[in-house]
């Protein structure tokens, strides 16, 4: 799988997880899966970020008591772990609420990139 052109934005992945616990701790739990899928699209690509975006949301579904989500976490964990150097659908958000297997190509793009075709 190709690597993305633009380098990681590590400042912008870190404020996403930081955004997203913070939301996290007054249980705006769907303000928090948005934040935590901003993170794990920008980091989907490197193995520990992509990682910690999936820790993240085994945190949301633990706080949510969401056992799909957690269960789905937990595979994902593992999954982004091992084989994110070999191969990650892009653009795909990181929650259960899309397939692990599947990706938008318009989410693909770098958040610069997003920003100027007015998408999140």
Known sequence: MPRPTAPFDQA????????????????????????????HLLGQHWTAPHTRSHVAFLALGWARRDVREMGGQLLRITWSALFTWLWVPSGNVGSTRISAWRGDPALAAPASARDEMGQP
């Open 12 to 39: 912008a992945f870190e404020a996403h997880l930081a955004r997203g616990r913070s939301l996290l701790s007054i249980r705006a739990f769907e303000s928090a899966c948005d934040a935590f899928e901003q993170a």
